[in-house]
């Protein structure tokens, strides 16, 4: 399953479009062991509650459950342990900057291969209130409509 850019998507969080309304994405590399990484490629990965932080000058993937491998044996991680992001020092303080200043929060998007490399999209977003949310599957249900009906106007 190729995408667009060479970027093959191993996982993706679709809970954090429906919660959050997404203002800056940025790409960071992950630092991961061998059998995290032969894990990922089996697309043993789960980003649902996942969240980043920054602490100190440096930027930590939280919650992120990557399963065992099943022939990693005594090599195997913590699969819900906390792993670093690789940003540019100015990307890390534009984020910190943003978050501290706006109330915003900080949330992997997806994980993807980038030219053999693991990467992981992060955005920086803001919690979506109720009202946003019903808005959001309003929209959807009328564009689903109106596509159907469209569909059944080319096929009469």
Request: hydrophobic fraction near 30%; charge should be positive.
């Amino acid at each position: 399953m190729k995408a667009k850019g060479n970027r093959a998507p191993i996982s993706t969080n679709r809970k954090a479009f429906h919660d959050y309304f997404i203002h800056e994405t940025y790409e960071a590399g992950i630092v991961l062991t061998g059998t995290e990484v032969k894990s990922i490629r089996q697309g043993r990965v789960n980003l649902r509650d996942s969240f980043v932080r920054i602490q100190g000058s440096e930027i930590w993937l939280w919650n992120t459950h990557i399963s065992p491998y099943e022939q990693g044996n005594r090599f195997n991680q913590d699969p819900l342990r906390t792993r670093k992001l690789l940003l540019h020092r100015k990307e890390i303080n534009k984020i910190h900057s943003l978050v501290q200043t706006k109330g915003y929060t900080i949330i992997p998007l997806k994980l993807y291969f980038k030219h053999g490399n693991i990467k992981c999209e992060i955005a920086v977003a803001s919690g979506k209130k109720l009202y946003d949310k019903r808005r959001d599957i309003a929209e959807r249900d009328s564009r689903r409509d109106v596509n159907r009906r469209l569909k059944e106007q080319q096929f009469d």
